[in-house]
């Protein structure tokens, strides 16, 4: 039998504040017939609830169903005191309950990295976050030790994990994210005690001998540090603070978007690229807002018809800051807490970074798009030459650049005006690819030999391996501000770029990062 345990944070002192006030009026407190319960304890029933199933539309005009057909559920939620915390138990939808704000975050995840045996994981649910977040969930059938799932330590977070617990006449499985669930048959006296073994679980740090990444990156959802946050971030903007940085999330548009819409209540402005200058020459008109997420974007084309729906401006927002020795990073919409050892070596492994000095390639001029500056560049100097737009057919897959520019001596150039996280994520992949097909296939060695005819020294030929210590793979971002490129990047970003610089240089192929300067 499955049950699923909550924990409320240390600030819920009584049963009532652990209730969501919204959903109370569908469930009843039931009366205890037993006094012989050795633990406070409280329950709640919602009993009988009935609902027409989802695919009745689906038949219900061509097929005589009648009007009676329900679904019906009932939802038990248990309220109990234990080592001076307080627990939920829950069966069937009865989290609905339960105060979210309320709920201690992770508590589930922690006590089953803290219970399970590292050998024997069967199912991991993570998070990316490199600079386009992906969600991903994989089942392994035989259970199996962490390294063998698709996981990334250093940047995805862990949000579900299951697997055999060390001690199975606790549980035979468990799974654990803000809540655990146990497989295991559960007297209702039994229920404190088990609640007493989640609890010394949560509190025990065991797990940093297995799992110690899981501290790295935690995503922040107690509503009341967001609202501190949010204040924080809102009152950064309003001091036109540098440090805040507005950037495109992943828009299909944004390559073709002529410009971009802000609106704020009759307020209206007219972007031709969403950046930290822009945004803050749009705001200083305004009398507010109270709420940066009252402030909507839209791209349109040449003609002014709008290319997509709104989104909110905060979807553009990156900011990092730190709170009573506590390191927070806004991105992707959302609140992020990177723990400062984690964050000291994301900084040193940055500094192994080669970075070209600036003078490698000339200035982006204002307004200038990528295509143009690459044809410029191969147009005024003749070391460059330009493959952007002049893809490569992969078998069996998509065309892909090559990169945009090719020296005579090897520098395969990747160019990005740094628009935000998502662009990035093209670029860094982008040389990812290269390099494979650099090593994997003669065609397409071929296909650059081809292209590049005036090129006579080239480290590779269309048959043989290339001399990949003498090719350099090179991020080349166009950024307003100046000094270190890679300190001018977000630190998803940075954590990203760090994961490409990794595999492409396992390969053997050089990789460095140049900053190309922008027109002021």
């Not at 803000?178 to 404190?192: G, H, P, Q, R, Y």
């Not at 967001?226 to 950064?236: F, G």
């Not at 109270?290 to 003609?303: A, F, H, K, T, Y």
């Not at 553009?316 to 992707?332: L, N, P």
Request: glycine residues 4%.
């Amino acid at each position: 039998m499955k049950t699923t345990f909550y924990l409320l944070n240390e600030s819920t002192t009584n049963f009532n504040e652990a209730l969501n006030p919204d959903n109370l009026e569908l469930y009843e407190p039931l009366e205890r017939t037993n006094d012989n319960i050795p633990f406070e304890v409280s329950a709640f029933l919602q009993r009988n609830k009935s609902n027409a199933p989802e695919w009745l539309p689906f038949v219900r005009n061509f097929f005589d169903i009648g009007d009676d057909l329900l679904n019906t559920s009932n939802s038990l939620v248990i309220l109990l005191r234990v080592g001076g915390r307080i627990f939920a138990v829950v069966k069937g939808h009865g989290r609905a309950l339960i105060a979210k704000e309320r709920i201690e975050r992770g508590f589930g995840l922690k006590v089953v990295l803290n219970g399970i045996d590292p050998k024997s994981v069967r199912t991991v649910d993570t998070k990316s976050l490199d600079t386009k977040a992906k969600q991903r969930i994989e089942l392994i059938s035989k259970d199996s030790p962490l390294y063998e799932f698709d996981f990334d330590l250093d940047s995805d977070v862990l949000r579900v994990v299951s697997g055999v617990p060390l001690d199975q006449d606790f549980a035979s499985r468990f799974s654990g994210s803000d809540s655990v669930t146990l497989n295991k048959n559960i007297n209702f006296l039994e229920i404190a005690d088990v609640c007493e073994v989640l609890l010394e679980y949560f509190l025990d740090d065991a797990y940093q001998e297995n799992f110690s990444f899981v501290d790295n990156i935690l995503s922040i959802s107690d509503p009341l540090l967001v609202n501190i946050l949010n204040q924080k971030l809102t009152e950064a903007i309003a001091a036109r603070d540098p440090g805040v940085i507005f950037a495109y999330p992943d828009l299909d548009f944004y390559e073709t978007a002529e410009r971009y819409l802000l609106e704020y209540g009759q307020n209206r402005g007219r972007l031709a690229e969403v950046s930290t200058d822009t945004v803050y020459a749009f705001l200083a008109q305004l009398p507010g807002p109270d709420n940066l997420s009252d402030i909507r974007i839209r791209g349109v084309d040449q003609e002014g018809n709008t290319m997509s729906g709104y989104y909110s401006i905060d979807e553009f927002c990156v900011f990092e800051c730190v709170i009573d020795a506590h390191r927070y990073v806004f991105s992707f919409g959302q609140w992020f807490e990177v723990s400062n050892d984690y964050r000291q070596r994301i900084d040193t492994a940055l500094r192994n970074i080669n970075e070209i000095p600036t003078g490698l390639l000339p200035v982006l001029q204002a307004g200038q798009k990528e295509p143009g500056y690459n044809l410029m560049v191969a147009s005024v100097d003749g070391r460059f030459h330009t493959l952007d737009r002049n893809t490569f057919h992969v078998r069996g897959h998509s065309r892909v650049e090559v990169c945009d520019l090719i020296t005579q001596d090897a520098f395969f150039i990747c160019v990005k005006k740094y628009n935000g996280s998502s662009t990035l994520s093209h670029l860094f992949a982008q040389a990812l690819v290269s390099a494979e097909l650099l090593i994997d296939d003669e065609t397409y060695r071929h296909f650059i030999l081809q292209e590049c005819n005036n090129f006579e020294n080239l480290p590779f030929n269309r048959d043989s391996i290339p001399d990949r210590s003498k090719i350099t793979f090179v991020y080349a971002i166009a950024v307003e501000a100046s000094g270190p490129l890679v300190e001018r990047l977000p630190f998803f970003s940075q954590v990203t770029l760090l994961q490409y610089h990794k595999k492409i240089s396992r390969m053997g192929f050089r990789v460095a990062v140049c900053r190309i300067p922008v027109q002021s």
